[in-house]
């Protein structure tokens, strides 16, 4: 297991269109997250999983956003509508428990245009 | 609420000496702190944590960080810089439950030959 898988890498869409990233965590790590990082700032939350089942979300995931991670492995991102302020770095991460430290995917790029 | 707060953009430093970017924090309850560095087009890497114990953290490169409580800092060392410690750097903390990581906006290390 090489690390934390995520795709596409880039994504360019029309504003309105849906987009879906998927992230692979590494293997037998139960807690699967999602951030979203603009140019100039640290990554923000967007939502964590424990195992198959979603525990915390932020604000900042409006309703057209939602995350699953079925059977507890991969994950799904999906942006409905999207906006032009939806561009950013889309980031997976997973650790294997709690206070772990969390391994990073190398993001996806999305762009609105 | 947890927060982060790394108050220069950018350090700068010659190549073999030593290098501080700093970090504070503020949470309710024992903060869990982290650091990561991003490389141009690679992933979040992690470096270092502290969750308790010995002020003093050593991790990945030669980097260390001490925690201090009663400054609510948790400043990056190195004792000496190489060109290849050029990087965005990013001060992470956590609360009781690691529901999730809170990101400061990042420190640009540049080091010159």
């Known amino acids: 297991d090489t690390g934390v898988s995520q795709d596409p890498r880039h994504k360019i869409t029309k504003r309105g269109q849906n987009v879906t990233f998927r992230c692979d965590p590494i293997s037998e790590h139960n807690r699967l997250y999602w951030y979203r990082q603009t140019l100039g700032q640290g990554p923000e939350f967007l939502t964590y999983f424990q195992n198959e089942a979603q525990l915390e979300k932020s604000r900042l995931l409006s309703d057209r956003f939602s995350a699953e991670r079925p059977k507890g492995s991969f994950s799904t991102l999906e942006i409905q509508r999207t906006e032009q302020g939806d561009s950013a770095m889309y980031l997976c991460?997973?650790?294997?428990?709690?206070?772990?430290?969390?391994?990073f995917g190398q993001g996806t790029r999305l762009t609105v245009v | 609420a947890q927060s982060v707060a790394q108050p220069e953009d950018q350090v700068n430093v010659a190549e073999g000496n030593p290098l501080t970017v700093k970090c504070t924090y503020s949470?309710?309850?024992?903060?869990?702190l982290f650091w990561y560095v991003q490389y141009p087009n690679r992933g979040l890497q992690f470096l270092l944590k502290?969750?308790?114990?010995?002020?003093l953290v050593k991790g990945s490169y030669g980097f260390e960080a001490e925690f201090n409580k009663s400054q609510t800092s948790f400043h990056l060392k190195k004792p000496s810089a190489l060109v290849s410690d050029s990087a965005l750097y990013f001060c992470?903390?956590?609360?009781?439950?690691?529901?999730?990581?809170?990101f400061g906006t990042g420190t640009r290390l540049l080091v010159s030959p």
């Open positions: 502290y969750i308790t114990g010995d002020n």
């Open positions: 992470a903390v956590s609360a009781i439950g690691f529901q999730k990581l809170v």
């Open positions: 949470v309710s309850g024992n903060p869990y």
């Open positions: 991460a997973s650790s294997p428990y709690a206070s772990a430290e969390a391994f």
